[in-house]
């Protein structure tokens, strides 16, 4: 044997660690590193947009910010995506390219903003932020946009030539400005379908629905993860029903009827703006059934069957995902669906929905390292003591080693139950922002999400209110004047 030869196991443990490498090597690992002061010992995470029909967010990454206030993210990403970061209620956007590396400060809300219970908008300061960086391009780009439409486009100049000849210098100059960045796909369609929304405006000679559908729609490759393009084609096909002839609104309702994609294609196939690409018509169809959903005059169960099956047998994927997508949207946790079932640990013993049914739930997700959502939960306990009797109040949160368990279950009067991040409650009950209520009847239907909370709303109410209705029903019912 030759005495240079490897062993066995020696070879077999370098070939699966070349395997390792070659994959870790192959994946598309972005990175964002950066600081947040105003956020040390929380967490920070990372959405990205799942379709831009239904705005549905999917984490792909999270970390805990540091003591030095430094935080560092790394994911893969499949394509260059717009994204979401997430930290003590607040986010912010960022655009990334697959293999791309951001450094980032997550600044605190702005004390003259209002405080809104699903999250405020923050925007990022970058450091070292190249000129051919998605995001540098995009806020250039934006801005030259937004000051131009700020001079141009006035009460007195919408109707002149002067506004038309100016738009028209206005899309010479972008196109020349930019011609080097033609390899740019997601920049590319950023610009051309941000320029079509001035179309949209009105002006003298500006084009009508049909030129509009050729000259921006009806040769272009569908890119569903593009923001611009995505809001352009669903501006342009907005409450599509109501515009077309009577005689192909009865084909589409007959398709409905039938629950029958099939059928409902086919009639919008003789709309002209519909009549090129099957993909385009398919991701169409599957926007005005969700739009339809709420109309009295469309059955509901046969739009939720065309949509399961669109979502299994979709000539493509993307439109599949979509059509998933529109359904849980229609039927996550909507006034009078049946709520989810759950599984929670309460002290060893199995917590689930079918459990607490001989009472309302009062179900609430909360961060206990937030102060503003322990301001809450103060505020809260009262109005427990005032309900407990009609109401069972369950609060969860997400096991973290800075909470200490025993002394907040001392401190609140309610079942509180600490789960781990990946219990499937968070994504079923769409557990986005916190603090977050969801109210559910004794027969396990959901009656408010979100509902209120301790905090008044804009119309002044809160969960007491809702509570106060729901102990005067059970006490008439149960014949009680007291």
Same mark, same amino acid.
């Given at each position: 044997m030759n005495k240079y030869a490897l062993s066995p196991p020696r070879w077999i443990l370098l070939f699966f660690v070349s %395997?390792?490498?070659?994959?870790?090597?192959?994946?598309?690992?972005?990175?964002?590193?950066?600081?947040?002061?105003?956020?040390?010992?929380?967490? %920070?995470? +990372?959405?990205?947009?799942?379709?831009?029909?239904?705005?549905?967010?999917?984490?792909i990454a999270s970390a805990t910010i540091?003591?030095?206030?430094?935080?560092?993210?790394?994911?893969?990403?499949?394509?260059?995506?717009?994204?979401? /970061?997430?930290?003590?209620?607040?986010?912010?956007?960022?655009? @990334?390219?697959?293999?791309?590396?951001?450094e980032v400060l997550f600044p605190e809300k702005s004390k003259y903003d209002p405080y809104n219970p699903s999250g405020n908008f923050v925007e990022l300061v970058f450091f070292n932020l190249g000129k051919e960086d998605i995001n540098y391009k995009i806020l250039e780009f934006n801005r030259w946009n937004d000051e131009f439409i700020a001079r141009y486009y006035t009460k007195n100049n919408a109707d002149s030539k002067y506004f038309v000849a100016r738009l028209d210098t206005f899309k010479l100059d972008v196109e020349k400005y930019y011609k080097a960045d033609t390899?740019?796909?997601?920049?590319?369609?950023? +610009?051309?379908?941000?320029?079509?929304?001035?179309? !949209?405006?009105?002006?003298?000679?500006?084009?009508?629905?049909? *030129?509009?559908?050729?000259?921006?729609?009806?040769?272009?490759p569908i890119y569903y993860q593009n923001e611009a393009y995505?809001?352009? %084609? /669903?501006?342009?096909?907005?409450?599509l029903l109501p515009r077309v002839n009577a005689e192909l609104n009865n084909q589409i309702y007959l398709g409905i009827?039938?629950?029958?994609?099939?059928?409902?294609?086919? @009639?919008?196939?003789? *709309?002209?703006?519909?009549?090129?690409?099957?993909?385009?018509? *398919?991701?169409?169809?599957?926007?005005?059934?969700?739009?339809?959903?709420?109309?009295?005059?469309?059955?509901?169960?046969?739009?939720?069957?065309?949509?399961?099956?669109v979502s299994k047998v979709a000539l493509y994927p993307e439109n599949k995902l979509v059509a998933q997508n529109i359904r849980f949207r229609l039927t996550e946790l909507s006034p009078g669906s049946r709520a989810p079932d759950f599984l929670l640990k309460d002290e060893g013993k199995d917590l689930t929905l079918q459990s607490l049914q001989k009472k309302y739930l009062y179900l609430f997700f909360v961060d206990p390292t937030s102060l503003d959502n322990m301001k809450q939960?103060?505020? /809260?306990?009262?109005?427990?003591?005032?309900?407990?009797?009609? +109401?069972?109040?369950?609060? #969860?949160?997400? !096991?973290?080693?800075?909470? !200490?368990?025993?002394?907040?279950?001392? *401190?609140?009067?309610?079942?509180?139950?600490?789960?781990?991040?990946?219990?499937? %409650?968070?994504?079923?009950?769409? #557990?986005?922002?916190?603090?977050?209520?969801? /109210?559910?009847?004794?027969?396990?239907? #959901?009656?408010?999400?979100? @509902?209120?909370?301790?905090?008044p709303n804009g119309s002044y109410d809160t969960?007491?209110?809702?509570?106060?209705?729901?102990?005067?029903?059970?006490?008439?019912?149960?014949?009680? !004047?007291?």
């Open positions: %395997i390792v490498f070659s994959q870790i090597h192959g994946q598309s690992l972005t990175e964002i590193n950066g600081y947040a002061p105003a956020y040390v010992g929380k967490e %920070i995470e +990372v959405y990205q947009i799942s379709d831009f029909i239904t705005m549905r967010e999917e984490r540091k003591a030095d206030s430094t935080f560092s993210l790394v994911f893969n990403l499949d394509e260059t995506r717009k994204l979401i /970061l997430k930290a003590g209620n607040n986010k912010a956007n960022l655009f @990334a390219n697959p293999n791309g590396k951001y390899n740019d796909r997601y920049f590319g369609y950023h +610009v051309k379908y941000t320029i079509a929304k001035l179309d !949209d405006l009105r002006f003298v000679g500006n084009r009508n629905q049909y *030129e509009k559908y050729d000259f921006y729609i009806r040769s272009t995505m809001q352009y %084609i /669903l501006h342009f096909y907005e409450k009827l039938k629950s029958s994609p099939t059928a409902i294609s086919r @009639a919008l196939s003789k *709309e002209y703006t519909l009549s090129g690409q099957y993909k385009l018509r *398919e991701l169409i169809m599957l926007k005005t059934l969700s739009e339809c959903f709420y109309d009295k005059d469309y059955p509901q169960t046969n739009i939720l069957t065309i949509l399961d099956s939960m103060n505020l /809260l306990k009262p109005i427990y003591e005032r309900y407990k009797d009609n +109401v069972n109040f369950v609060m #969860v949160y997400k !096991d973290k080693t800075e909470v !200490d368990f025993s002394k907040l279950k001392n *401190e609140l009067p309610w079942k509180v139950i600490s789960s781990n991040e990946t219990n499937s %409650i968070f994504k079923n009950y769409n #557990v986005v922002n916190y603090p977050y209520y969801v /109210l559910i009847d004794p027969f396990g239907y #959901v009656i408010g999400a979100p @509902a209120l909370g301790p905090i969960i007491d209110k809702t509570f106060f209705m729901i102990q005067k029903a059970l006490k008439e019912g149960n014949g009680s !004047d007291r």
